[in-house]
């Protein structure tokens, strides 16, 4: 009697058996950081994770809600933060 010839095996695609990828949530956001202040009394500014803003700006999700000569105040819907040079 002659040997049989083992079946080929079956390969399937991997890809094609698991679910559509998930794609990674977007990465979180920088918490501000308070870069320099520009205390003019008439229009003061800050720069804030490299980017001017002025009272009424936004950062990010941040709205600038004050600017002192030592410190920046940001409001977002949970958190103020009072930002100081360091």
Same mark, same amino acid.
């Not at 095996?9 to 698991?18: E, H, L, M």
């Given at each position: 009697? #002659?040997?049989?010839?083992?079946? *080929?095996? /079956? $390969?399937?695609?991997? $890809?094609?058996?698991? %679910?559509?990828? $998930? ?5 979180? %956001?920088? %918490? *501000? ?10 229009? *003061?500014?800050? $720069? ?15 709205? /600038? ?6 410190? #920046? ?14």
């Amino acid at each position: 009697m #002659a040997a049989a010839t083992p079946a *080929p095996a /079956v $390969i399937r695609n991997p $890809i094609a058996q698991t %679910p559509a990828s $998930i794609n990674p949530p977007p990465p979180a %956001p920088k %918490p *501000p950081k308070l870069q320099a202040l520009v205390f003019d009394p008439r229009r *003061p500014s800050a $720069i804030i994770n490299g980017k001017t803003v002025f009272i009424g700006d936004t950062s990010g999700e941040f709205k /600038v809600t004050a600017l002192g000569p030592e410190s #920046a105040t940001l409001v977002n819907s949970n958190q103020t933060l009072v930002l100081t040079m360091e």
